[in-house]
């Protein structure tokens, strides 16, 4: 890192959907505890007063004319970042699980491992997880935890949190390419393959503030199916991201002739 | 009155001819081979690989499990197996065929609402344009002429009604990145 970090151009992305009871809070804790970070609230076709409550808390709100799903929000997010020359985006989920409290924690180590971390996960397993986290979940994150940490030679307790901080790297990825639904365990795998680096920062969070946890019985089962297929298929491709596209976005794309070389640079081809 | 127990037993002990059995594994196999080399290549999502793959092994675990088929062939009165598990492979592929229809009901829906989107941002941007060529500023425009664009809580907060959208930096496609990387 040679700038200095007081200069770096930083994004908190908020996913929200039908979120108005929590979005302003959010947004303002995070304007709160980390000061020097933009909000954008990525309103994912809510069908309440999600944007509104999130202007009002004083938030860029990117508003999806329909829902597309948590992948989709995150993606609108990180092009967003990418459009807009940030340097670190931070993602802090709009339904208040995640304590903005703890964003400096991460981007702490963001800078401090330097080089060798490309984004930083907060992980509720590393340390007293701050609410009784169900056991399903548990059992869940576990199975995920121990074929990750096979995959990548690095020990990942908590791949299903949401709770993470990228650099430039990792925003110029995900902003090219982000798995659909459920795609926190499978950005993991994509860093690895990409050879950006993950660490580890232990979080607390809240246990949902409000609504219902968008993940119920018969969709943790597909969850767990389709994320174990996304590993497994992973394993088998060349190159984990169309690099080689040109960048689906309109043309005058400020950022294409630096991202494509500073992309390609990064991203070895075979794995 | 005929004794119709012998033929229902006849029915139930009926079992695939194991060349059926092969054939139905290989099909499989393959089905499945294709479903995973698809998704490899990008070119199917983890969602419809996950229904074709359950589809694919009901229909080899009728193949394989006599017992079962001769089950279900007997519960709903068919005769011979073999018929039972064509049936049931007409059957999931109608609902197969039956839930593309609702998802691209869905889909073409969803153009429908991204048209009309795009038309209605085409609409502002050409105002917006002309009032710049005269010299006007536009509805809601807060910035001095010449500054570039910036995600600002004023900028968010200055569009009119929460409906029309803000939609960060997409309606300003021309900025370079040295503008916004000060």
Same mark, same amino acid.
């Given at each position: 890192m040679v700038r200095d970090h007081n200069q770096l151009r930083k994004l908190a992305i908020v996913p929200a959907y039908n979120e108005q009871g929590m979005v302003g809070r959010v947004v303002r804790d995070i304007h709160r505890h980390a000061p020097d970070?933009?909000?954008?609230? &990525?309103?994912?076709?809510?069908?309440? =007063?999600?944007?509104? +409550?999130a202007e009002a808390g004083g938030a860029?709100? @990117?508003?999806?004319?329909?829902?597309?799903?948590?992948?989709?929000?995150?993606?609108?997010?990180?092009?967003?970042?990418?459009? =807009?020359?940030?340097?670190?985006?931070?993602?802090?989920?709009?339904? *208040?699980?995640?304590?903005?409290?703890?964003?400096?924690?991460?981007l702490a180590k963001l800078h401090t491992s330097g080089d060798e971390a490309d984004m930083v996960c907060g992980s509720r397993f590393r340390g007293d997880p701050g609410y009784r986290v169900p056991i399903g979940r548990r059992i869940g994150n576990l199975i995920f935890s121990v074929v990750l940490s096979a995959i990548t030679r690095r020990r990942i307790t908590d791949p299903t949190s949401g709770f993470r901080i990228t650099n430039r790297r990792g925003i110029e990825l995900f902003a090219r390419d982000y798995p659909h639904d459920y795609p926190e365990v499978e950005a993991i795998l994509m860093l690895h393959a990409h050879r950006l680096r993950i660490h580890e920062v232990p979080v607390r969070m809240n246990a949902r503030g409000?609504?219902?946890?968008? &993940?119920d019985y018969p969709r943790s089962a597909y969850y767990m199916a389709k994320v174990l297929l996304a590993l497994f298929i992973g394993l088998f491709r060349r190159r984990p991201t169309p690099i080689e596209e040109p960048p689906d976005t309109s043309e005058g794309e400020p950022v294409a002739p630096g991202a494509a070389i500073s992309g390609a640079g990064h991203a070895p081809r075979g794995s | 009155m005929p004794d119709l127990s012998a033929v229902f037993s006849l029915a139930a002990g009926g079992q695939l001819d194991n060349r059926?059995? @092969?054939?139905?594994? @290989?099909?499989?196999?393959? %089905?499945? *081979?294709?479903?995973? +080399?698809?998704?490899?290549?990008?070119?199917? &999502? +983890?969602?419809?690989?996950? %229904?074709?793959?359950?589809?694919?092994?009901i229909l080899l675990v009728l193949a394989i499990w006599n017992q079962l088929l001769a089950h279900v062939s007997n519960a709903v009165g068919i005769e011979v197996p073999a018929n039972a598990l064509f049936i049931a492979g007409l059957g999931l592929a109608f609902l197969l065929l039956l839930h593309f229809s609702v998802i691209t009901t869905r889909l073409s829906e969803e153009t429908k609402i991204l048209a009309q989107e795009v038309a209605r941002l085409d609409v502002e941007a050409r105002a917006a344009r002309a009032a710049a060529v005269n010299g006007e500023r536009a509805p809601n425009d807060e910035r001095s002429p010449g500054e570039p664009w910036r995600p600002s809580a004023t900028h968010a907060a200055g569009l009119a009604p929460p409906a029309t959208g803000e939609s960060g930096g997409e309606?300003?496609? *021309?900025?370079?990145?040295?503008?916004?990387?000060?």
């Open positions: 970070f933009d909000v954008v609230v &990525i309103d994912d076709g809510s069908l309440d =007063n999600t944007t509104a +409550e860029v709100v @990117i508003r999806h004319p329909f829902n597309v799903g948590i992948g989709g929000a995150m993606q609108s997010g990180f092009k967003h970042a990418l459009r =807009n020359g940030y340097d670190v985006a931070a993602q802090v989920d709009g339904d *208040g699980q995640h304590k903005p409290a703890h964003i400096h924690d991460l409000y609504g219902r946890s968008s &993940i | 059926v059995r @092969i054939v139905a594994v @290989i099909v499989t196999a393959v %089905l499945l *081979g294709l479903v995973l +080399e698809l998704v490899r290549r990008r070119r199917l &999502i +983890e969602r419809y690989a996950l %229904l074709w793959m359950v589809v694919a092994l309606s300003q496609p *021309g900025r370079s990145p040295s503008t916004a990387d000060q």
